[in-house]
């Protein structure tokens, strides 16, 4: 059975990812068992299929909009070990190539000996389940509602005779696009990603990348980080320290190719291009990407740790690269400020092996925070970012004899 990628990857040239979008992890009932659990995927399945449409089940004949609603599945290691599921674990979703659990006391490190670590306060990651579902829409009602109507499903499952529903919602994330193409830190962010002409062959794993489970072929694999900034942490900094440590300049987006004699950092003079002010505008896509410079110092910034261009075939995946797919977040804390703010990151690649190397690798991101020299880092610079959510799931390919994504997983 072909299959292709599921929905809500926008990944194709001159798409962009929509305003909006939630992301929702349901948790099996430790009672329940494979089939049991493929059955209500198969209804909530027909019921996205239905909001996609306009039609909502409470509301007959009365058509609604969709606000472009696309919807994406994906799965957990857990639901592996579910009773009767009918596939195992794929060998590429091995247990090095996962998140550490936080620690019961609070915190701990995402990943052994890394520089990215759990907020104080998560004693347990809410990320860890066996089904994830991704919802992206133009709206907030796009995708606020399928979490409402996932929820009315499963009420209803667990007031009939059977008392329980197979899966519950343990968690809901929202995220939204920034129209100025900035970050809380008030950058230029996401602009440094892979061309559209190689996005498919890091994203869709092919009959190697699936190392003999040739199900998952033509699937991916949804990797996900729900991050804190510590903003108080990052206004401390002077503007010439924040645009080292990310590697462009603050106002424009050029990148930074080295230090005045001052030390200071040094745009790239070429960019923006005559009649434009910004990085993101059109003209100046040839920076966008950083370049290999010579200064130690710019080579450790945020940008180059995390886009090294060492091969250029960006499909293989000793080259490291992903396929970003983020979304800001801003929402209430009932410590000071009052408002946690920071980014949804969302990536899909070929195998989890692609991120979880950028991740641990000392000359790629695995020996700081965010970016800069690792023994050299300003004050605090070691909890800029802080992990309140994280998974990675499987999403299987969209196979038109399947009643849902990954259903020969259950039945």
């Not at 370049?291 to 090294?308: G, I, K, T």
Request: aromatic fraction near 8%; charge should be negative.
């Amino acid at each position: 059975m072909a299959g292709t990628l599921q929905e809500g990857i926008f990944h194709s040239p001159g798409a962009s990812p929509p305003g909006h979008c939630t992301l929702m992890f349901l948790r099996a009932d430790p009672d329940t068992d494979a089939e049991e659990v493929g059955e209500l995927l198969a209804e909530l399945w027909a019921m996205y299929r239905d909001l996609t449409r306009g039609t909502v089940r409470d509301l007959p004949g009365q058509p609604i909009a969709s606000g472009g609603l696309q919807v994406l599945i994906g799965y957990g290691p857990k639901v592996f070990d579910l009773a009767g599921a009918r596939r195992t674990l794929p060998k590429t979703f091995a247990p090095e190539l996962r998140f550490r659990s936080a620690s019961p006391s609070g915190g701990g490190p995402l990943l052994s000996g890394r520089g990215l670590h759990y907020a104080p306060d998560i004693k347990q990651n809410p990320a860890t389940e066996e089904v994830c579902v991704q919802f992206t829409a133009d709206t907030a009602l796009g995708v606020h509602r399928p979490a409402v109507e996932t929820w009315k499903v499963l009420h209803d499952r667990a007031g009939s005779a059977l008392g329980v529903a197979p899966l519950a919602i343990s968690a809901v994330f929202t995220g939204f696009q920034r129209a100025d193409g900035r970050s809380w830190i008030d950058f230029h962010d996401g602009i440094s990603n892979l061309r559209s002409d190689q996005r498919s062959r890091v994203i869709e794993i092919d009959g190697e990348t699936a190392a003999g489970d040739d199900w998952i072929i033509a699937g991916t694999y949804l990797a996900f980080l729900r991050l804190v900034v510590d903003l108080p942490r990052w206004r401390g900094l002077t503007r010439e320290e924040q645009e080292l440590l990310v590697g462009r300049d603050k106002l424009t987006g050029s990148p930074i190719v080295g230090r005045t004699s001052e030390g200071d950092p040094r745009p790239d003079p070429r960019c923006p291009v005559a009649g434009t002010t910004q990085v993101i505008e059109a003209g100046n896509e040839k920076f966008r990407e950083p370049e290999v410079v010579d200064d130690p110092l710019v080579q450790v910034s945020h940008v180059h740790r995390a886009n090294q261009n060492r091969f250029e075939d960006a499909a293989r995946p000793n080259s490291l690269r992903i396929f970003r797919q983020g979304y800001e977040f801003f929402e209430p804390s009932p410590v000071a400020p009052g408002f946690r703010a920071g980014l949804n990151f969302v990536s899909f690649q070929d195998t989890p092996e692609r991120l979880i190397r950028v991740l641990r690798q000392q000359d790629w991101l695995g020996d700081v925070n965010f970016g800069g020299e690792r023994d050299r880092q300003p004050p605090g610079m070691d909890r800029l970012l802080t992990v309140r959510a994280a998974g990675i799931y499987l999403v299987p390919p969209l196979v038109a004899e399947e009643t849902f994504p990954g259903a020969r997983i259950f039945a």
